[in-house]
């Protein structure tokens, strides 16, 4: 704690300089500088596993380029808040586009759920022997639902980044169950998929490819359906 007495006796203030043996001075910013640093440039600080709480002096190793880069553009489409809180345009847009993603993976549930039992067998296989088309089409229904559950998961747990009224929302299902600093590292982890290891993380990952190939295989599947009733058309014409 911050002027606790020291092994060299001597007591110090947040944000004093201490010189070391050498006689070098090691400056820490204060909380105010911390605090006003912008949010896409502010170090993360890595908290106690059970507390919650800071460490100081553990703060992460920080992020190569790329991978900044690459996080600005998930969360914020490279239109980063200038502080931690605020809006921007491109904020709006990932939350919005994360919203309709819900809308759609439950429309899509509910039409490829089965009418008969006897269809679960077909809906759920890929007809890999009969060539690329059909497994193709069969990709949408069956990949889709094998990975719609973690990208709800993903979907619904990021949406606490988006919009302030819905981290509230969520947040308040836990209440009086645990803090509020374990529950943000509860979504965070069921966000990226770190509650299970490197398994979940590996799960994690295949949906999100299976999830980037929904939209193309979708488009397919409309224009197909759009040239048959065109010609079905031109035939009774």
Same mark, same amino acid.
């Given at each position: ?10 007591? +110090? ?29 502010? =170090? ?15 703060? +992460? ?12 553009? @998930? ?38 759920? =089965? ?20 497994? /193709?089409?069969?990709? @949408?229904?069956?990949?889709? %639902? ?27 299902? /836990? ?8 529950? +943000?590292?509860? /979504?965070?982890?069921? @966000? ?35 040239? +048959?009733?065109?010609?079905?058309? @031109? %035939?009774?014409?």
């Amino acid at each position: 704690h911050d002027g606790a007495s020291r092994p060299d006796g001597a007591s +110090r203030p947040d944000g004093v300089s201490r010189p070391d043996g050498a006689g070098h001075a090691h400056a820490r910013p204060s909380r105010q500088d911390a605090q006003t640093a912008p949010a896409a440039d502010r =170090p993360a600080t890595a908290h106690a596993p059970q507390t919650g709480t800071a460490r100081a002096g553990h703060a +992460r190793p920080p992020q190569l380029p790329f991978f900044r880069e690459v996080r600005k553009l @998930h969360r914020w489409l490279l239109d980063a808040p200038a502080k931690k809180g605020e809006p921007s345009v491109g904020k709006w847009v990932v939350g919005i586009s994360t919203l309709m993603m819900v809308i759609v993976l439950i429309s899509g549930v509910v039409v490829w759920w =089965p009418r008969h039992a006897r269809q679960w067998r077909r809906r759920l296989t890929l007809r890999w022997r009969q060539g690329w088309r059909p497994a /193709f089409y069969d990709s @949408h229904g069956a990949l889709g %639902i094998y990975a719609t559950a973690f990208l709800l998961l993903m979907a619904l747990t990021g949406l606490t980044w988006s919009f302030g009224w819905y981290r509230q929302m969520a947040y308040g299902l /836990f209440d009086g169950l645990m803090p509020a600093d374990e529950v +943000r590292r509860l /979504f965070y982890s069921l @966000h990226t998929g770190q509650w299970g290891g490197l398994l979940t993380k590996t799960l994690y990952f295949l949906s999100a490819l299976i999830g980037a190939l929904l939209p193309w295989s979708g488009y397919w599947m409309w224009l197909k359906h759009r040239k +048959r009733r065109a010609s079905r058309a @031109h %035939i009774t014409y």
